[in-house]
């Protein structure tokens, strides 16, 4: 008889931590942590080992959504993470001034990432980075003989000449043994949706600006309104991922009498189990329709976005995010 494999949370925290204590011993260690799932479970399962050894470095990169960072910043502290916030947008629109083709991006995004945390680490003299790398990230990253699907900001992105040591306690885990660990260890962000470490950036297709940042955000907070409303009302399951893409396919529209040339968004929700594969969700009209209408009547976005349009297709063939 086949035997069921079940993943054994309690044993891999276990192991990791013993790890982690083993590679970092009494050197400083600095993360990134983003509010995410996996970069707060790398960071509980490295700051159970280690403690305040343990510098954790948010970086509020201009593309989070709404009320992230305040709200992320809140449940560090809560924590107990030793935390620093970064206010690094700017600095991220600087670098990655006109630049609209997805790698190059990706890329330009991953390099800033790390000179911030090298910068910061060499405040806290850390020597070891912390990441909460996932297998998805890696092997979608390409290399050997695998495929570059998107690179990851936190694989492909990585510049060749980092001065810092890796470590990586959730290399091998599929998102749903994320999840599991974040349940055993009781970690608020456990049933969070997943959101990706170049954040907006990835949302906004073409040019990278606040302004249409800015868009992407508030879309992406009318689409998580309105699903978790139809949730909460028992209109639907909830997805796994659900957001808005700021498209760059301008169309034609009508506002009052007068012509209108705007921006077009895409809602997109997903189910999945670990990110490799997975179906667009069967969204209610009604819920697609408020959507539509809580963003085009939105009073930062009624002059500017006059088109949302529903994006039906799985992964494969399509990827979870537009870029
Ligand atoms: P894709 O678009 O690759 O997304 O089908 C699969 C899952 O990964 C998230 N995602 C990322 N997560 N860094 C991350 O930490 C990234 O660069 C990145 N790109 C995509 C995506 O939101 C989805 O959950």
Known sequence: MAETLVFDAA???AEQVAAVKKQVGSRTAVIAVSGGVDSTIAAAIVHTAIGKQLHAVYVDTGFMRKGESEAVEAMYKRMGLNLTVVHAGPEYFEALGSTTEPEAKR???GEKFIRIFER???????????QGTIAPDWIESGGGKRDTIKSHHN???????????LCEPLYHLYK???RAVARHLKVEVAER??????????RVIGNLTPERVQLAREACDVVEREIEAAVAAGKMAKPWQYFAVLTNTPSVGVQGDLRAYGETVAVRAIDSLDAMTGTAVHVPYEVLGRIARGITNHPKMKDKVNRVVYDITDKPPATVEWE
């Open 176 to 178: 749903d043994e994320v």
């Open 120 to 130: 910061e680490s060499k405040k806290t003299g850390a020597t070891v980075l912390v």
């Open 11 to 13: 044993g891999f925290v």
């Open 155 to 165: 694989v492909g992105g990585l510049p060749k000449d980092m001065k810092l040591e």
């Open 107 to 109: 890329k330009i995004i």
């Open 193 to 202: 949706q997943p959101f990706p470490g170049p954040g907006l950036a990835v």
